[in-house]
């Protein structure tokens, strides 16, 4: 085992100082100077030297130098990889664990062999949403379990209310998403759908659809048959 020498210890100590100095003066400062940042989650460096994430409401990220004179919101690129850092954090920080969504608030529909699993949250009136079904049909081997996400007014809750209590749930919803015959209307427990909601609202699930797949990555938008079966592939299953 190799022993650290006295100045190295020491070295590694007036680092978690200023650490932990730099994090309560940009907690402290911003406190006093922008008020309506009521709780900070986290601070934390960033790959640019006396540049700072601060991270509020759970995945909202802001940039900071190490006094909190300035505070910036966008997206940090890394420009020789090409890549939006700030992207793959608020990625990383909404991701959704496959195995916790509650597949009880879900209708499930299995083609093939169902190997393969992915989650998708739509509203039954969004026109994404039905060009996506469109694409979904070409892709087999899979069970897709179908969380109602009423979000574009009350139509669209009336809607996901009768699908849900209707016998055959499955063949309903494609019948409007894909032919365009309305749900019939039909009355049950509908608290799945307010579930729903609310894990779309904790997970800043905004816009439809959202596909979540097995690994937990997570694709905002209607993508096409080959892309479904690219993220499928990724995800493992």
């Given at each position: 085992?190799?022993?650290?020498?006295?100045?190295?210890?020491?070295?590694?100590?007036?680092?978690?100082?200023?650490?932990?100095?730099?994090?309560?003066?940009?907690r402290k400062n911003l406190s006093e100077r922008i008020p309506q940042i009521e709780k900070i989650d986290e601070v934390s460096k960033t790959p640019i030297p006396g540049i700072f994430e601060v991270r509020v409401n759970g995945s909202d990220i802001y940039y900071t130098d190490a006094e909190a004179n300035y505070l910036f919101h966008g997206n940090l690129i890394d420009t020789k990889q090409k890549r939006s850092l700030t992207e793959e954090r608020v990625e990383?920080?909404?991701a959704i664990k496959f195995d916790a969504l509650s597949i009880k608030d879900a209708f499930t529909i299995v083609r093939g062999n169902g190997k393969r699993k992915l989650a998708v949250f739509e509203d039954p009136n969004c026109g994404y949403?039905?060009?996506?079904?469109?694409?979904?049909?070409?892709?087999?081997?899979?069970?897709?379990?179908?969380?109602?996400?009423?979000?574009?007014?009350?139509?669209?809750?009336?809607?996901s209310k009768n699908i849900w209590c209707a016998k055959d749930k499955g063949k309903v919803?494609?019948?409007?998403?894909?032919?365009?015959?309305?749900?019939?209307?039909?009355?049950?427990?509908?608290?799945?759908?307010?579930?729903?909601?609310?894990?779309?609202r904790k997970h800043k699930i905004t816009g439809t659809p959202t596909l979540i797949f097995s690994d937990g990555s997570r694709v905002p938008g209607a993508i096409g048959a080959a892309q479904i079966e690219k993220q499928l592939t990724q995800a493992g299953g």
């Open positions: 085992m190799k022993l650290l020498k006295t100045t190295q210890i020491v070295g590694i100590l007036l680092l978690a100082t200023s650490a932990f100095a730099q994090e309560a003066a940009i990383k920080l909404t949403c039905k060009r996506f079904e469109q694409d979904l049909q070409k892709v087999d081997n899979v069970t897709i379990h179908m969380f109602l996400y009423p979000v574009l007014g009350a139509d669209s809750t009336d809607k919803w494609q019948d409007w998403m894909l032919r365009n015959q309305v749900p019939k209307a039909a009355t049950c427990d509908t608290a799945a759908i307010d579930h729903n909601i609310d894990i779309g």
